[in-house]
């Protein structure tokens, strides 16, 4: 059975094209490339030409998730479980797949309504990508640019979905409390980064977070830094994932979804054993605004009222 490979990119609709701008470089230390007036930009990590397609537009969200697979048999293979499954496939255009800088791609909507590009063919850049910020540069490539977590409205039949049409394997869960709110995540991995794609309900945009993983601790600390200064606003402070073990924090994007900077995460095969995680974290990961008395104060009045 043909499997997607990676995920080869993600597609944002942003407001505000210029704070991406500056976020995508000087924070993540991403490349702007192929700059597309009015319209948007794209931003380069690795190899591939490109692997964030910044779009104009008012949704500030995820606009699609981009599949690697091999190649035009794949892709067809793919298309027809879909299909016979009784999906909604739609054949991208000619046009479609030169603004996606791909050989061909077909779409579909998840369980959830979160849309999917699954492509073959993606154009590699000329030059190697060398970071302004991140010395160590990116672990992507072979991995995909990262990690997506989307929103789920039925978690068994989204699991399902990836599975036994993408053919996406379950890494493991994460159900606990946090600060009063109900964790229920299923993670799911494409090759060896533990997962490319995890999903949850109870989320206001389709995007929850998305991650980059830099090849270096300092260089988290150093983006932790530059967050900082820039004024950005910090979701969770540094910490340990127990499941990929990815040190790391998260902050706010310019359009209000998260964002993730890690490193140290580990890599995993065929003998991967799932499981079930009853914390986020090892360590860390706390969201300071939660934290304050002003806030603690705040919640207690609230109480009080009620
Ligand atoms: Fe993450």
């Known amino acids: 059975m043909s499997s997607v490979k990676q995920t080869g990119y993600l597609v944002f609709e942003v407001s505000d094209l210029e704070a991406w701008a500056e976020f995508g470089t000087e924070i993540l ?36 998730i981009g599949w690697e697979v091999e190649g035009p048999s794949a892709l067809e293979e793919i298309a027809q479980r879909l299909k016979d499954a ?11 797949a030169t603004r996606r800088n791909v050989e ?10 979160n849309p999917n590009e699954i492509f073959y063919g993606p154009k590699m850049a000329d030059e190697p990508f060398v970071s302004k910020v991140v010395r160590s540069g990116f672990v992507a490539d072979e991995q995909g640019f990262g990690h997506v977590v989307v929103v789920s409205k039925d978690d068994a039949k989204h699991q399902e979905f990836y599975a036994t049409m993408f053919g996406l394997k379950l890494s493991d869960y994460i159900r606990c409390e946090y600060f009063g709110h109900k964790i229920d995540v299923t993670f799911m991995h494409a090759n060896a980064r533990h997962h490319s794609l995890a999903f949850g309900g109870g989320q206001l945009k389709r995007i929850h977070h998305f991650m980059v993983q830099a090849h270096s601790m300092e260089d988290v600390g150093l983006c932790y830094d530059r967050f900082l200064f820039s004024g950005g606003m910090v979701h969770q402070t540094l910490g340990r994932h127990p499941n ?6 998260y902050g706010y994007t310019p359009s209000g979804f998260h964002f993730e900077f890690g490193a140290g ?21 706390h969201p300071p605004q939660l934290l304050t008395k002003a806030y603690r104060r705040a919640k207690e009045a609230r109480q009080n009222k009620d």
């Open 29 to 64: 230390g991403l490349e702007v490339v192929d700059r597309r007036g009015d319209a948007g930009f794209s931003l380069r990590m690795d190899g591939y030409q490109q692997r964030f397609f910044i779009e104009h537009g008012a949704a500030d969200d995820l606009a699609a």
């Open 86 to 96: 009784g999906h909604e496939v739609t054949q991208g255009s000619p046009e479609e």
């Open 104 to 113: 061909a791609l077909i779409r579909v909507d998840d369980p959830a309504g």
């Open 244 to 249: 990929d073990k990815m040190f790391s924090f």
């Open 265 to 285: 995460a580990i890599e995993i095969d065929d003998n991967w054993e799932t499981t079930t995680h009853g914390k986020v974290s090892e360590w860390g990961h």
